[in-house]
């Protein structure tokens, strides 16, 4: 069975500045996807990042980015040029390519972005 | 509207009471999951449907029934609940079973008094 582990219960972070937030996961699948997600106080669940475990490039979106590290199973997302909007938790999520398995999600992180 | 649509936003309901939740979507996607999300634990898969058969059932107790009339929406239904069943109930659609990852409803908030 696939886990995702997020070490991070809580962070917090000044605005403008940069936090990562780590994730672990174990599978024995070669291929796979992995999501963040964000889910601020509306409570809605937003995709905000994706990577195939194919690619060796890491995935970036805007001031999101990843750091994809397939023979240690880490995940980790970075936020650059941190805003208050930022404020949410943050599930990594993990989904394979065989057996349509559905996605399982970490734990979660709560950031906070201080003024 | 687009995306994902749940309703109730909230809702308070007795031991003894029924009660149904309701997702709908207008992505056109033809899966569709039920999460359960309690605080300080992984969001729980409860039930998956592509194409309005299920096709997973997480071992969720009987008081839990899903419904899926057709690819857009898909119910909860709830009886006899235990206060440990309040939590947020997700749900969420994808384009297909291994997709691109899912789209998400803000969610029921559901208290069993």
């Known amino acids: 069975a696939q886990t995702v582990t997020q070490s991070q219960p809580e962070m917090s972070v000044q605005e403008a500045e940069t936090v990562t937030l780590s994730c672990t996961y174990d599978?024995?699948?070669?291929?796979?996807?992995l999501f963040w997600y964000k889910q601020p106080p509306s409570r809605q669940m937003i995709l905000v990042i994706r990577?195939?475990?194919?690619?060796?490039q890491n995935a970036t979106e805007n001031r999101f980015s990843v750091n994809f590290q397939k023979a240690a199973k880490s995940f980790s997302l970075k936020i650059s040029d941190s805003q208050l909007g930022d404020t949410a938790m943050y599930f990594c999520?993990?989904?394979?390519?065989?057996?349509?398995?559905?996605?399982?999600f970490g734990k979660g992180t709560r950031l906070s972005v201080i003024a | 509207e687009t995306g994902v649509t749940q309703t109730p936003r909230h809702l308070v309901m007795g031991m003894t009471n029924k009660k149904s939740l309701k997702c709908e979507q207008h992505l056109g996607h033809n899966a569709m999951y039920w999460y359960k999300q309690s605080a300080k634990k992984p969001l729980e898969l409860m039930f998956v449907?592509?194409?309005?058969?299920?096709?997973e059932n997480n071992s969720v107790p009987s008081r839990f029934s899903p419904e899926c009339p057709n690819s857009s929406h898909l119910f909860l239904h709830l009886h006899t609940l235990q206060p440990e069943d309040s939590a947020l109930y997700l749900c969420a659609s994808s384009q297909e079973l291994v997709g691109n990852g899912y789209t998400f409803g803000s969610g029921t908030r559901l208290t069993v008094v």
């Open positions: 990577q195939e475990a194919y690619k060796q």
């Open positions: 599978t024995s699948e070669s291929n796979y996807y």
């Open positions: 449907y592509n194409f309005k058969e299920q096709t």
């Open positions: 999520a993990f989904m394979t390519l065989s057996g349509n398995t559905p996605l399982v």
